[in-house]
């Protein structure tokens, strides 16, 4: 036997027992021991939910033994017992995980009735009519909770039995009325399930606590966890409690309440309640609930009495409170209170107020911001009203957050041209390519059936700051109609959709959206989150545009320019296809002398933008087929259009065809192949950078990146390689500018051989995009497709695409950077795959030591945010 404790009385526990507790359990026992009234109850811990699944689903002896006691301690201090008919005890159970979560089963009320109790009930309270009330909500709350029973075939007995009585609400059906319906509702329960409703309250207890656990893997919460980073060996606790009863008459009630305005954030108590009337009431919309100023003149002495335990609940967890009373027989009670939830512009000025309140510090209100909230302060969102009104017609990946609507076109070159007709444009394709850039820059909002997080369309979306949902399975595209199906319904060129990058939601019509208003709140407290972290923040940019926005949101360099992105530009692009197929090195060299001037004017763009901060730029990167058509009319067009036979081009597209490009032609090995791509784009970066300073006075200092490196060797080659060029204009235009050469860490045998390689780079960045993929050993464009199988599964829990896998690839990632620094121990090291732009990576990258992030512009402000708080987390030199 163990001696584990697994079921806590309130007044055992404490606001810091959140994770055995639960919030829920750990907030009523801090309320409990702070004297305010709550009705008495139990926990039983998550450790008890844990303990469920490893003992197969079971409740064993010890922790019934336990509950049992601990019920036996609440019937002895409310002078009641469960089953009583003189006396009875009934209950509420509720879930309460260590953070709130949406999913799990959540409240079951008046547990504990029965035949017998239901009539201790009425004789007690001398009030039949509440005692069969009370009842009937349980039948149908116990069956629909624990027992699955749809919750509608209650509801229509319900409403038959309002229609026969020809009366509209709930209130106007008296005790006997309530008698049928308690008979029907139990007529049907055995119907369904063959068995009578339990009468014995401790086996209704059992089952309740039982549901509790076992919902805490329904589908629901299972993606509830996901997409919130909650770890699903957490479990959930159960609170047991003493009914306080908000039906029983004029003088009783029940409510909710924020201590402060959960949209806006204004030092304003909100809430509302309904009188005479139970929990379920003011969430279901039965009746229309009282705003809470009310209560002040139906109940003035609980009014008062609410709203000075508010205060001093607000004061005492130092944060917005959000509150659940119930008013018995005019004595109030506290069911709840939990840091509320709010709108990121509500946390915003909560955390600014109560740092100039006095109540928290700097450091403190840093924590109270999510920072993935701060995407809605930075995109435009859907009207919430509007939003409330509309039905998700399909669902994907919220692949970049936003609202967007506009008319769907199926390819990038239409998206572009009723772009500019002046159209507002959804790009729906079954996936982006580069070639499909301007149609993505021209598009409100762009979705895709395939592809994950990573996808082309996510990780160009969200540089671009443009709405996305990606791998939206549930729809069939027909790109050759221009037609796409969801269900029954079928969506022509031109009707209108709407998307919730936010979400992955997909809309029929359109929903109006709204542009975020940033108040001067953010910009206070990012500048106590930049006062705070000491990772920095660089950006992943490949256009002077998306440069500028970054530097707007703080961006404090580049750390990732793909130098690929400006090779599909149109005007590039034939030059780019003549490079590609040139026979000769004189015809390639001839081919790459039209591209330097452009490549040279890019360079030149971003560094303008970025002024004095530094500036990585990366050599080619992508296969060369990716520049080549594939489809038979497009090489015999493309052909014409550069002046070759249809066999010459189709044999350049063969002999580049590869089974597995990810892992094919790419990265470095461009340069080792073609060394003069690598010699031009290094001339472009340095004579761009000689260029700007000497005409804008800028210090700038180039950081020319060579990516997919796994072997020292070829790092030496192309450093070499490049490094002669640099060297040569260097000396001829008689500057003195400093450059340094790195690479990317993104091949495991690259992190594995990290103290050699770092012999030669003078500064790290690791691409953990490849990193991940070749860690897993599965494409981060195809891994979509099943990883859902692996989170139904419980292999994984989440997309270590999106948040990097710390146990692998962390593990390489913190190896690396020991390796490198042991080489060189003043090597720079960042990071520039997506995970830069995700807050539990950040915190990683803080922990490991790295000096920067680097992230997709409207991720900036979410990374210094994180960087802020894993300082307070664990704080660094
Ligand atoms: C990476 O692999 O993490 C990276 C940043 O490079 P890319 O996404 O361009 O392959
Ligand atoms: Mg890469």
């Given at each position: 036997m163990s001696n584990k404790k697994y079921v806590y009385l309130f007044q055992e526990g404490n606001a810091s027992m959140r994770n055995l507790l639960g919030g829920k359990g750990a907030n009523l026992a801090e309320m409990t021991n702070l004297g305010i009234p709550v009705p008495e109850g139990f926990t039983v811990t998550t450790e008890a939910c844990v303990k469920y699944y490893s003992?197969?689903?079971?409740?064993?002896?010890?922790?019934?033994?336990?509950?049992?006691?601990?019920?036996?301690?609440?019937?002895?201090?409310?002078?009641?017992?469960?089953?009583?008919?003189?006396?009875?005890?009934?209950?509420?159970?509720?879930?309460?995980?260590?953070?709130?979560?949406?999913?799990?089963?959540?409240?079951?009320?008046?547990?504990?009735?029965?035949d017998d109790t239901v009539e201790g009930v009425a004789k007690l309270t001398n009030n039949i009519r509440f005692a069969y009330d009370s009842y009937r909500r349980f039948i149908q709350m116990f069956s629909d909770v624990v027992m699955g029973i749809e919750k509608r075939k209650f509801e229509n007995i319900l409403d038959q039995v309002k229609e026969e009585k020809g009366v509209k609400f709930d209130t106007e059906l008296d005790a006997n009325d309530l008698k049928g319906i308690v008979n029907k509702f139990k007529e049907l329960y055995k119907k369904e399930l063959g068995k009578d409703f339990p009468q014995n309250p401790e086996e209704q207890l059992f089952e309740a606590v039982t549901a509790v656990f076992s919902s805490w893997d329904n589908p629901r919460a299972i993606v509830y966890r996901r997409l919130n980073d909650i770890p699903g060996d957490w479990g959930t606790a159960v609170n047991v409690q003493r009914m306080a009863f908000g039906n029983m008459g004029n003088t009783?009630?029940?409510?909710?309440?924020?201590?402060?305005?959960?949209?806006?954030?204004?030092?304003?108590?909100?809430?509302?309640?309904?009188?005479?009337?139970?929990?379920?009431?003011?969430?279901?919309?039965?009746?229309?609930?009282?705003?809470?100023?009310?209560?002040?003149?139906?109940?003035?002495?609980?009014?008062?009495?609410?709203?000075?335990?508010?205060?001093?609940?607000?004061?005492?967890?130092?944060d917005m409170q959000d509150m659940e009373f119930t008013i018995e027989q005019g004595k109030l009670y506290f069911l709840q209170t939990r840091n509320g939830k709010r709108t990121a512009e509500a946390a915003l000025k909560i955390a600014?107020?109560?740092?100039?309140?006095?109540?928290?510090?700097?450091?403190?209100?840093?924590?109270?911001?999510?920072?993935?909230?701060?995407?809605?302060?930075?995109?435009?969102?859907?009207?919430?009203?509007?939003?409330?009104?509309?039905?998700?017609?399909?669902?994907?990946?919220?692949?970049?957050?936003?609202?967007?609507?506009?008319?769907?076109?199926?390819?990038?070159?239409?998206?572009?041209?009723?772009?500019?007709?002046?159209?507002?444009?959804?790009?729906?394709?079954?996936?982006?390519?580069?070639?499909?850039?301007?149609?993505?820059?021209?598009?409100?909002?762009?979705?895709?059936?395939?592809?994950?997080?990573?996808?082309?369309?996510?990780?160009?979306?969200?540089?671009?700051?443009?709405?996305?949902?990606?791998?939206?399975?549930?729809?069939?595209?027909?790109?050759?109609?221009?037609?796409?199906?969801?269900g029954e319904k079928k969506f022509n060129e031109g009707d209108y959709i709407s998307l919730d990058g936010s979400t992955g939601n997909v809309y029929d019509g359109r929903i109006k959206a709204v542009e975020p208003e940033i108040s001067g709140h953010f910009g206070t407290f990012m500048a106590w989150a930049d006062e705070i972290r000491k990772l920095k923040v660089r950006t992943n940019a490949d256009t002077p545009k998306d440069a500028k926005q970054a530097v707007k949101f703080g961006a404090q360099g580049i750390?990732?320019?793909?130098?690929?992105?400006?090779?599909?530009?149109?005007?590039?692009?034939?030059?780019?296809?003549?490079?590609?197929?040139?026979?000769?090195?004189?015809?390639?060299?001839?081919?790459?002398?039209?591209?330097?001037?452009?490549q040279r004017e890019d360079f030149i763009g971003i560094y303008e933008a970025m002024e004095e901060r530094p500036v990585?730029?990366?050599?080619?990167?992508?296969?060369?087929?990716?520049?080549?058509?594939?489809?038979?009319?497009?090489?015999?067009?493309?052909?014409?259009?550069?002046?070759?036979?249809?066999?010459?081009?189709?044999?350049?597209?063969?002999?580049?065809?590869?089974?597995?490009?990810?892992?094919?032609?790419?990265?470095?090995?461009?340069?080792?192949?073609?060394?003069?791509?690598?010699?031009?784009?290094?001339?472009?970066?340095?004579?761009?950078?000689?260029?700007?300073?000497?005409?804008?006075?800028?210090?700038?200092?180039?950081?020319?990146?060579?990516?997919?490196?796994?072997?020292?060797?070829?790092?030496?080659?192309?450093?070499?390689?490049?490094?002669?060029?640099?060297?040569?204009?260097?000396?001829?235009?008689?500057?003195?500018?400093?450059?340094?050469?790195g690479t990317m860490i993104e091949i495991p045998r690259a992190a594995i051989t990290?103290?050699?390689?770092?012999?030669?780079?003078?500064?790290?960045?690791?691409?953990?995009?490849?990193?991940?993929?070749?860690?897993?050993?599965?494409s981060r464009d195809d891994a979509a497709k099943f990883l859902n199988y692996y989170y139904d599964n419980k292999i994984y829990e989440f997309d270590p695409f999106q948040k990097l896998d710390q146990n692998g690839v962390g593990k390489l990632v913190k190896m690396a950077s020991e390796l490198g620094k042991q080489t060189r121990p003043d090597i720079k090291l960042g990071i520039c795959g997506e995970h830069g732009g995700d807050p539990s990576s950040v915190e990683f990258c803080h922990n490991v030591g790295l000096n920067y992030v680097s992230c997709s512009p409207y991720r900036v402000p979410i990374a210094r945010l994180a960087a802020a708080q894993a300082q307070v987390k664990n704080p660094r030199q």
């Open positions: 003992d197969g689903k079971k409740i064993g002896e010890e922790i019934s033994r336990e509950i049992v006691q601990a019920l036996r301690v609440v019937e002895q201090t409310t002078e009641k017992k469960f089953g009583s008919k003189e006396n009875p005890l009934l209950v509420s159970v509720r879930s309460g995980a260590r953070v709130s979560m949406p999913g799990m089963m959540d409240t079951i009320l008046n547990l504990g009735l029965n009783s009630g029940t409510g909710v309440a924020f201590t402060r305005d959960p949209a806006t954030g204004e030092k304003t108590i909100f809430g509302e309640y309904l009188i005479n009337a139970q929990g379920e009431d003011v969430v279901a919309g039965v009746r229309t609930p009282q705003p809470l100023k009310k209560l002040q003149q139906d109940l003035p002495e609980c009014y008062e009495k609410f709203m000075g335990i508010a205060q001093k609940l607000e004061n005492h967890y130092r600014v107020d109560l740092v100039k309140e006095g109540l928290l510090t700097k450091d403190e209100a840093i924590l109270k911001v999510e920072p993935k909230q701060l995407d809605s302060v930075l995109h435009p969102t859907f009207d919430t009203q509007e939003l409330k009104k509309a039905k998700a017609i399909a669902s994907g990946l919220p692949a970049s957050p936003g609202a967007a609507c506009g008319k769907v076109y199926f390819t990038a070159e239409e998206a572009k041209v009723h772009h500019q007709a002046g159209e507002d444009v959804i790009l729906v394709r079954l996936e982006t390519s580069p070639e499909d850039i301007e149609g993505m820059v021209a598009s409100e909002g762009i979705l895709t059936v395939r592809g994950g997080m990573t996808s082309h369309a996510a990780v160009v979306a969200r540089g671009m700051g443009t709405c996305c949902v990606a791998g939206c399975g549930d729809i069939s595209v027909d790109e050759q109609s221009k037609t796409f199906q969801i750390g990732l320019c793909r130098t690929e992105h400006m090779f599909f530009e149109e005007d590039r692009i034939p030059a780019v296809r003549e490079m590609i197929v040139a026979k000769s090195l004189e015809q390639r060299e001839n081919a790459l002398a039209k591209l330097l001037p452009m990585t730029i990366r050599l080619l990167d992508p296969p060369l087929h990716e520049f080549l058509p594939s489809e038979e009319e497009d090489i015999e067009d493309l052909a014409k259009e550069m002046g070759i036979s249809y066999e010459e081009l189709k044999a350049s597209v063969d002999s580049l065809h590869e089974f597995n490009p990810m892992m094919g032609h790419r990265g470095c090995r461009l340069a080792v192949s073609y060394p003069e791509i690598a010699r031009m784009q290094a001339r472009a970066i340095i004579e761009a950078a000689i260029d700007v300073r000497r005409r804008k006075g800028y210090n700038i200092m180039p950081e020319i990146m060579i990516p997919l490196v796994g072997e020292i060797k070829e790092l030496k080659f192309v450093k070499d390689t490049i490094k002669e060029v640099v060297d040569q204009i260097i000396e001829k235009e008689n500057i003195n500018m400093e450059y340094k050469i990290a103290d050699e390689i770092a012999k030669e780079a003078e500064f790290f960045s690791f691409g953990t995009n490849d990193l991940t993929q070749m860690t897993f050993g599965f």
